[in-house]
């Protein structure tokens, strides 16, 4: 613990400032959840969801993991999910990868990494079904970059596919998939114009999925 009191003074300072600035923050905070937005991001430390978005605690769920993967057997996502539909009520569910992304880059690479291997296996998926489309780009960054945001158009429509979001639809709850790329290099969110907010809406998500 005190290799750690820097932290512990940071909160401290923090928490301060808080107080500070709203003295009902904290239990405001404390009595309710009810956040409009689940994010499912990548677990890069650079991709924080609330500062990238400019929301303030309570307004975001959240849930990461390598490379912002929404997979069928992946019971921590769907059940995250699950809770935010069903009992937050969320609004928008939004898929957020980022260029520059470890997890991509290493299903170009095609190198062994041990365990997650088993995990990246669902990027060079999206790899395989595009990689007539992808070869023909020369540039390796540009390459990378692409597959980003194949690999978000991909998980935006596992999304979609799950029987949570599904039955929120048949049963008419206001529930819109959005997919967004996060830049390092600049710190702005790309809009892949990815915008799901029905079933018949899943098939412009399915064409940009679609081997080229």
């Given at each position: ?156 429509t596992n999304l979609g596919n799950t029987t949570i979001v599904q039955d ?45």
């Amino acid at each position: 613990m005190k290799e750690l009191k820097k932290i512990f003074q940071q909160n401290e300072a923090w928490a301060q400032q808080a107080r500070k600035e709203d003295p009902e923050f904290f239990n405001r905070l404390s009595s309710v959840q009810k956040p409009d937005y689940l994010w499912i991001g990548c677990a890069d430390s650079r991709v924080p969801a609330n500062q990238i978005c400019g929301l303030q605690p309570g307004q975001v769920f959240v849930h990461r993991n390598v490379a912002n993967l929404v997979v069928h057997t992946d019971i921590n996502c769907l059940s995250v999910l699950q809770y935010a539909v069903e009992v937050l009520q969320v609004k928008h569910v939004i898929v957020c990868g980022h260029y520059g992304c470890g997890g991509v880059l290493a299903a170009l690479d095609d190198k062994p990494l041990g365990l997650i291997d088993n995990w990246i296996r669902n990027i060079r998926d999206v790899l395989d079904l595009h990689s007539r489309y992808l070869e023909k780009i020369g540039d390796p960054k540009e390459r990378g970059r692409r597959l980003v945001e194949l690999n978000v158009a991909t998980q935006v429509t596992n999304l979609g596919n799950t029987t949570i979001v599904q039955d929120a639809w048949a049963r008419g709850q206001s529930l819109t998939i959005h997919g967004w790329v996060y830049s390092l290099k600049n710190g702005l969110l790309k809009d892949l114009d990815l915008c799901i907010s029905d079933k018949t809406a899943l098939s412009k998500a399915h064409r940009l999925t679609r081997p080229e």
